[in-house]
């Protein structure tokens, strides 16, 4: 990867350099090597994926002594899972709608189009059954996988052209990965699934016309604002995007319950982190695009919207007759989104709402 100026001074915005450095390996205890599918100091995820390796090396206090490798440094980001799977390494930080193409079930625990918001999704891994069918999914493969970061709801893409209806999609070349790479596809768009270190220079070549990435603190630092001046807010397609942690399930097993525990915590910590960080710095970083790089916010309209209700509803059906688990994820899914997701409209949303009309937030 060529993209050296930005990630150095601005990869580090707001992240102590002692947080991020590589734990050192100790003489005793035992090794956790863990691989990743972003760039060392990529802005946003990456530093992420750096501080939950650091954080699981302090509290274990050299009871875990982690090996921290970034894409590219021990095997290519695409490859963590078999990487991991496979036992070589110990743990991959992914976002497990990469492996969609393994079994769609994988998309559930990323985000999936007009699925759930980071807070909803929250509830029904944690609490409304969301891990056990994880486990599940998971265990098919060997692995184990936790939550260990979220994007928020984000962002619906970077374009040379404007999108003002869904005939306009037709011929578009994008990079957009999971499900909603799916839904693209319906609408007559050519997709494509890319690390993010090779989006940028896909994007600046004219190998795409499009990208889809994370949201404005992400994609600030990724400069695709020198390529595609058209910037559209909230997407169909990752409402409350969810990293994995995912853990060879043979070496999982093998920890004491109390190194569980720190994993655990750890990943549990960071997930709540990467989440909050985005939603503090997205108003700021936006700022920044409009008025130092001349990036022009849009929204999709009711039209757009609505073709990609229609094509949404196609892909689940076809989801759901790839397998048995596939139908049982989804119907827990769409039955756990319906009950989270409609009271907290009638509570966070009515409020949101509300508050942002008495005092004219837009």
């Known amino acids: 990867m060529e993209r050296r100026k930005f990630l150095k001074g601005a990869a580090l915005v707001g992240v102590g350099s002692a947080a991020l450095a590589t734990p050192a390996i100790g003489q005793s205890g035992k090794t956790m090597t863990i691989v990743s599918t972003w760039p060392r100091d990529f802005p946003g995820l990456g530093i992420s994926a750096q501080r939950l390796a650091a954080r699981i090396g302090q509290l274990s206090d050299g009871a875990l002594n982690v090996e921290y490798f970034a894409a590219g440094e021990r095997v290519g980001a695409f490859d963590s899972f078999d990487e991991v799977a496979s036992g070589n390494s110990q743990a991959y930080i992914a976002a497990d709608y990469y492996w969609a193409g393994k079994h769609p079930g994988f998309a559930y625990f990323t985000a999936v189009p007009f699925g759930m918001t980071t807070v909803e999704w929250n509830a029904w891994i944690k609490f409304a059954g969301g891990q056990a069918l994880w486990d599940e999914m998971s265990g098919e493969f060997g692995l184990k996988a936790l939550a260990c970061g979220a994007t928020g709801t984000q962002a619906g893409g970077w374009f040379n052209k404007e999108i003002e209806s869904p005939e306009d999609w037709k011929g578009l070349k994008m990079r957009i990965p999971g499900l909603g790479g799916n839904v693209m596809s319906k609408l007559g768009v050519s997709t494509v699934s890319l690390p993010g270190g090779q989006i940028y220079e896909n994007l600046v070549s004219g190998a795409i016309d499009a990208t889809e990435w994370v949201g404005p603190y992400n994609d600030y630092f990724m400069k695709f604002y020198e390529a595609a001046k058209f910037y559209y807010t909230g997407g169909m397609h990752e409402p409350g995007g969810g990293l994995a942690f995912g853990m060879n399930a043979g070496w999982w097993s093998s920890l004491t319950d109390w ?60 989801t759901r007759a790839h397998s048995a688990l596939a139908t049982k994820i989804d119907d827990a899914f769409q039955a756990s989104l319906r009950e989270i997701g409609g009271t907290m409209a009638k509570f966070e949303g009515t409020f949101v709402n509300q508050r942002n009309r008495v005092l004219g937030l837009t």
């Open 259 to 318: 190194e569980k525990a720190v994993i655990e915590a750890a990943c549990m910590e960071e997930h709540a982190a990467a989440f909050e960080e985005n939603m503090a710095k997205n108003g700021e970083y936006l700022a920044k695009l409009v008025n130092d790089h001349g990036v022009q916010v849009r929204e999709f309209n009711d039209d757009i919207w609505d073709a990609f209700g229609g094509a949404s509803a196609e892909v689940f059906e076809e």
